[in-house]
């Protein structure tokens, strides 16, 4: 069971709450904030705090606040003998206190104030589980059918994947989860487009009208997809303006420029079209040259993360040699990876190397199978 923290500059009054609750909650005590938020260095010990107004160096609201920012999930509760209304409005207002108390307060009423936070914490924690469940759920479903639908988009978004986790290394960037979130699914509105389009740009052939209108809206489409599931809106906008440039051209057509494009589609930008040149032969210190000769399209400071020796020679270095073992179809499981391209027997493309097989992914190859023939074997990875 998480713990009850108490904070309070009075030990007396904190022998008094050990004395009090410890039958019925593990309690630990902090002499003052600043002890108390030396024991939240480890947040994931407690789920209720409980701490005085009036405290040395800082008082109770401006606690409970870097406790908030500490850990969110941790329930927040005030204790104080100063029942002065504005000190009920801070502590609300700014703290987020679920319950404020006033001196002295009876056991009865404190024990049920903790067992009230208690109840509090388990249904934020068990809400917040849910919805990482369900977001971990449907980037999962969306990525298997970007990989069965698109599957060379698929492989290209692995590994932008990879190549924006090391940028964002480069550049200090600690939160990355949004950003390798966009990568992966930065082509899910491709999906919507008829395969016969798809190929055309695929192949470099010119597109006008209506086609190039239908690939120019990718981004916006994708996006507006993912806009509808909570906690991707940050990797919604990514994805709308990973093809707007620096200067504010480019799409959508906007006033949104410079900074105010989202980091990750500023990064995108970057990465995708240095991996085109680099697809079309060019080595990695010609094809940054290139991006460098076009002003107002990149983020000077992208531009410069990529060109340091470092990053170059990170994204240049070679996935590890691993053993490959060739299979047939029949003795495809789910969870092996492939080490090879899977096409139908006339050459179409349907899963791409380095792809893990699910079961949506199986069916996919066992239908292509009987219908056009699958080329055998099947390269995968070694156990």
Known sequence: MKKILFVDDEPNVLEAFQRQLRKQFPIETAVGPVAGLAALENPDNFAVVVADMRMPEMNGVEFLVKVKEIAPDIVRMMLTGNAEQQTAIEAINEGSIFRFLNKPCSTEKLVAAVNAALRQHQLLTAERDLLEKTLQGAVKVLSEILAMAEPKAFGQAEKLRENIRRLAAAMKVSETWQLEVAAMLSHIGAVTMPPEVVLKARLGHQLQGKELDMLQRIPSIGGGLLSQIPRLEEVSRIIIYQNKRFDGSGHPKDDVSGSAIPLGARMLRALSD?????????????????????????????????????LHATMEQATPATASLAIILPQLKVGQVLSADVQTRDGMLIVCSGTRITQGLLERLRNFSTLLGVKEPIHVEAA
């Open 274 to 310: 240095l991996a085109e040149l680099e697809a079309r032969g060019r080595s990695r210190a010609s094809a940054l040259e290139q991006l460098r000769g076009r002003p107002g399209w990149y983020d000077p400071q992208i531009l410069e993360a990529l060109s340091s020796p470092v």
